[in-house]
């Protein structure tokens, strides 16, 4: 027997700690763009918790979004009060909360609606969680790309602009011309220096509209950096199946995390903010060495070990920390090329951080997939592991383990594993880097050549050298005896 979860049956449900607050007292402050699984473990978790202080009432989370996905998520929360459970999983216990400092979701496609909460003077923070392909970065420069279309429809359109940065910025728009003062726009997203990649986005978006309002924008505007972690799979059947079968309730879209959480924000709020720091978020002068270290070696490290597993036909993440040549690999690409040229963080071991995160991966419970780690590459290697590479081959120093870490997501976009099975689309641009893959199986420098993703990088003689050579290797040999020779310093 299950409960349906909704706001009226809060006090049946016995199995779950539920909100420690009256839900009917909360007000609006925050405006969110992408309310997924990672928001709703994070942001929506720490303020759950602030909420539960009895204090800072006034900050409640409004949801919005610009996807057509986002209208399912709307829905099935709307079904039950914009209420989420949140299961907490690490190998040895499970618990259960429900969360609710969601009051309401805008329904995606109604720019008037949007615009005009925006322009509320009560939304004094407008939060994004739209994953790292969502700001309209060229891959190889990684700065923001105004010849987008949806960039361009947005520039000619700020009635009803489609995107997030488009609304934000029509946002901003009628509150000046209300005389309100700004919101501040806060990145929850895995980007270096995220609240920098925001602001380029939304003055790149008014510089073509007007360039004095592109430097009103710069100048007015606070786009706080902030570094974010927790390790979120994706919900399905399996995820819902568990919460009604452990602890009775019935949700339409749960969420299913690790334990672990943390976030680091710069303190850039002139509008104000909620006192998150009573719930552990920490706030800095300057977040760059903890993004630096997050970025470069938890998500490096997602990257490290996905397509090599992917390969291997491995389901779960925790699945190929078990395997022993996944494991090691990730250990010696950490400890030789990854974490020797990461900055010192403070109050940080980075050998520490990075057991840490072999712990995290190796969760059984999280049931993260190898699929989700190995998702839109063509985003995610420029900014998780070419980076690395790039710094290194600068430095003249050895790229054997960043090359073959590239060399298997070449492997990976050609399509099929090394059992013959087909992997299934996995990128917005997987049509490309499979054409492309077939044709570096014969001559690996096909794959550099897009140097819209790999940058100066592609003219790295020592990178090239190495990934060819890594590449070829994994066509002759397959994955496992690659893994093995790289282990064994013979590759």
């Known amino acids: 027997m299950t409960t349906k979860l909704s706001a009226a049956a809060l006090p049946a449900i016995t199995t779950a700690s539920v909100p420690a ?3 009917g007292t909360l007000t609006p402050g925050i405006v969110h763009f992408g309310v997924g699984n990672f928001h709703r473990a994070h942001q929506a978790v720490y303020l759950d918790d602030l909420f539960a202080t009895g204090s800072d009432h006034d900050w409640a989370l409004v949801g919005a979004g610009v996807r057509d996905a986002d209208e399912a998520m709307r829905q099935k929360l709307k ?3 914009w209420l989420t459970t949140v299961v907490e999983q690490e190998a040895d216990t499970s618990s259960a909360r429900i969360t609710g400092p969601m009051i309401d979701y805008l329904r995606p496609g109604d720019s008037a609606a949007v615009i005009a909460r925006l322009t509320d003077p009560a939304i004094r923070i407008v939060s994004l969680t739209i994953t790292e392909g969502g700001y309209y ?3 190889a420069s990684q700065t923001f790309d105004p010849a ?3 960039i361009a429809f947005d520039a000619a359109n700020m009635a009803s602009p489609k995107t997030a940065f488009g609304l934000i910025l029509a946002g901003l728009l009628a509150r000046r011309a209300a005389g309100i003062p700004p919101f501040t726009v806060m990145s929850c997203d895995n980007i270096p220096g995220n609240g920098h990649v925001t602001q380029n986005a939304v003055v790149g978006l008014a510089q073509l509209i007007d360039p004095a309002l592109a430097q009103w924008v710069r100048a007015n505007v606070a786009f706080p950096n902030g570094m974010v ?13 568990l919460l009604a079968d452990s602890f ?4 339409n879209w749960p969420v299913f995390c690790e334990s672990f959480r943390q976030w680091v924000l710069e303190d850039n709020f002139p509008a104000g903010r909620p006192a998150l720091e009573k719930v552990g978020v920490q706030f800095v002068s300057d977040v760059a060495p903890y993004e630096h270290m997050k970025i470069r070696i938890l998500n490096g490290g997602h990257a490290t070990i996905a397509y090599p597993a992917g390969l291997m036909d491995i389901h779960f993440v925790h699945e190929a920390m078990a395997h022993p040549l996944v494991s090691a690999f990730l250990k010696k690409v950490e400890h030789d090329e990854i974490i020797p040229i990461v900055p010192p963080v403070p109050d940080t071991n980075l050998a520490e951080y990075f057991a840490l995160c072999e712990k995290r991966f190796a969760n059984p419970k999280i049931g993260d997939t190898v699929r989700r780690l190995a998702l839109d590459g063509s985003n995610r290697q420029p900014k998780f592991i070419i980076p690395s590479a790039l710094d290194r081959a600068q430095r003249q120093q050895s790229v054997n383990g960043l090359s073959l870490v590239s060399a298997l997501w070449c492997r990976y ?3 099929t594993t090394d059992s013959g099975a087909v992997i299934e689309p996995n990128d917005p641009s997987w049509d490309r880097l499979t054409a492309q893959a077939r044709l570096a199986k014969a001559d690996p420098k096909v794959w550099l050549a897009m140097t819209d993703i790999y940058g100066d990088l592609a003219h790295s003689p020592a990178f090239v050298t190495a990934f060819t050579n890594a590449l070829n290797t994994l066509w002759k040999i397959g994955t496992k005896a690659t893994l093995a020779r790289y282990l064994a310093d013979t590759l």
Not at 229 to 234: E, K
Not at 248 to 251: A, E, F, K
């Open 21 to 23: 607050y009256d839900r």
């Open 79 to 81: 079904a039950q009060d």
């Open 137 to 139: 970065i060229d891959p």
């Open 148 to 150: 987008h279309p949806d």
């Open 229 to 241: 972690d927790r390790i979120t799979p994706a919900t399905s059947p399996r995820e819902v199946a």
């Open 248 to 251: 009775g309730i019935d949700d």
């Open 413 to 415: 976009c050609y399509g």
